[in-house]
């Protein structure tokens, strides 16, 4: 079987099951887990028992697809998503993003836990992803080109002007701060050493996390809109960094929540 062929399988499967046609996805990323707890859910589907997906396998990401509404808006919500450090290759992690665009939906919102390289980012930062650098060896559209999308994509705007205006709009009405950035993915598990994190900074990046970057890659390539927002879960600047571990950045995510579901649940309204 073609992934092509994968993906309109995997497709067909959920859309004999799902309660409603949403043009609206979510991924509710480090960050935003405790948003599911939000949503109307009419549909909430295991990834072990949909075909061909890949299983979650990160502390923290439960691994379900949800179906529901979220305010007044009819959402497909992704609990949990994989990572290439978890042993998958880049079409098993973007495979969901495929799947999306054939169940019709056409706008990808995102989350992440990222590492801040920017002198007075601070931790409990949240960052609007306005540009990404992508580090991870493997790029999502090597190969054969996938059917819908041009063979070399334009990249000058991965990161939508119009929702990152209404996000802006919408953290200055409710008085949230808010910092804006360029993201950088690398491979991981590994955190950046003190080395690293200046290279990253020299290269340009704001922010250092192990997603998304892939996923939007892959979500543009189908004329997706597409947003991002990072929770600063560490800071690695000179004179700054400490030891850092996965259970202090979900602790420091989970710190705020609701101040990021607050601000994505505003996004998705019409």
């Not at 597409?226 to 004179?239: E, K, M, N, P, R």
Request: glycine share 10%.
């Amino acid at each position: 079987m073609t992934y092509y062929e994968t993906v309109k399988e995997t497709a067909a499967w959920i859309a004999e099951r799902m309660p409603s046609h949403p043009t609206t996805a979510i991924v509710l990323g480090t960050g935003l887990g405790r948003l599911a707890e939000e949503i109307e859910i009419s549909l909430a589907i295991d990834y072990k028992d949909i075909p061909n997906f890949p299983v979650s396998t990160v502390e923290g990401h439960h691994g379900r697809l949800l179906f529901g509404r979220l305010g007044k808006t009819e959402i497909l919500a992704m609990e949990g998503r994989f990572h290439y450090y978890e042993g998958y290759n880049m079409r098993e992690i973007t495979l969901p993003v495929r799947v999306m665009k054939e169940l019709g939906i056409d706008t990808y919102f995102v989350s992440n836990a990222a590492g801040g390289t920017k002198p007075g980012f601070k931790v409990g930062d949240l960052m609007l992803i306005t540009d990404h650098i992508n580090f991870i060896p493997e790029h999502p559209l090597r190969g054969e080109n996938y059917p819908g999308g041009p063979r070399f994509p334009d990249m000058s705007q991965p990161y939508d002007h119009a929702l990152l205006d209404k996000a802006r709009a919408i953290a200055k009405e409710k008085g949230i701060r808010v910092v804006e950035g360029t993201y950088l993915a690398t491979q991981g598990p590994t955190f950046e050493t003190p080395a690293e994190y200046r290279m990253f900074r020299y290269f340009g990046a704001d922010a250092v996390g192990m997603s998304t970057v892939p996923e939007v890659i892959v979500a543009r390539h189908m004329g997706m809109r597409c947003f991002g927002i990072s929770v600063i879960t560490d800071v690695g600047v000179d004179g700054e960094i400490v030891e850092v571990s996965h259970e202090e950045v979900q602790r420091a995510a989970d710190a705020v929540q609701p101040l990021m579901a607050e601000i994505m649940r505003e996004m998705i309204q019409p």
